[in-house]
Every structure is written in C-alpha cells, then in structure tokens.
C-alpha cells in the first residue's frame, strides 16, 4: 500500500493550494483520511481529518480556512488550503486508517512566503 501526496509547492501569503493523497495497492477501506504537518523543529501535529459518516475536525489554526474531503471511489484525498500564512509553512503527510492499519503518505512541501 501506498499513499502518494501532491500539490504542494511555494504560495505567497494569502494564496491558496489543493494537496491529493492517492492510495494504491491492497487497501479497499478508507475509514479516516487525515493529514498533519510538521513544521521544522517541530512536532507533527493534526491538521484535519475526515471519516467515512463525513465527521471532520480541524486545528483552531486552520478552521475556516482549510477544508478537507475525499473520494473513496477514487481512492483519493483532498486539502484545499486558503489564506495561507507563512505558519503554515510545513511538510504535509496524509494518512489513511484502514479498520485498525494506519498508513502515512510520504510528505509534500508546501511553503508560503513572499
């Protein structure tokens, strides 16, 4: 099983960016997507998560301007990322739990600076 994440890259403050998590291999359930970032010289920390009843949550950081979703047919997730702001500057990983296997993407940059 793999989960390939993409779509990060440098932003300007105030822009946006759309991350996809891809699933391959032998994994045909999706009970949660999540993604979480890690900030250099930081701890890896929930950004947002979803589960198959469409229950999210969100840090307080990015409530209201972040939004998570997926598409199970297409084995796929999503973060649509708005407002950035140079805090968010960070490697994003998604994961996948799978009934009680978890599995982690690779990580994707993404880094909001002017």
């Known amino acids: 099983v793999q989960l390939q ?3 990060g890259g440098l932003v300007q403050p105030g822009g946006s960016l759309r991350l996809s998590c891809a699933a391959s291999g032998r994994i045909f359930r999706f009970h949660v997507w999540g993604w979480y970032r ?19 949550a969100y840090a ?4 209201g301007r972040f939004t998570i979703s997926r ?6 997730g999503f973060l649509q990322m708005n407002s950035l702001t140079p805090e ?13 296997t978890i599995y ?3 990580g994707t940059q993404v880094t909001v600076s002017s």
């Open 5 to 7: 994440a993409s779509g």
């Open 38 to 56: 890690q900030a250099p010289g930081k701890q890896r920390e929930l950004v947002a998560q979803i589960s198959n009843s469409d229950s999210t």
């Open 60 to 63: 307080d950081s990015v409530k």
């Open 71 to 76: 598409d199970n047919a297409q084995r796929t």
């Open 88 to 100: 968010d500057t960070a490697v994003y990983y998604c994961k996948v739990q799978s009934g009680r």
């Open 104 to 106: 982690w993407g690779q």
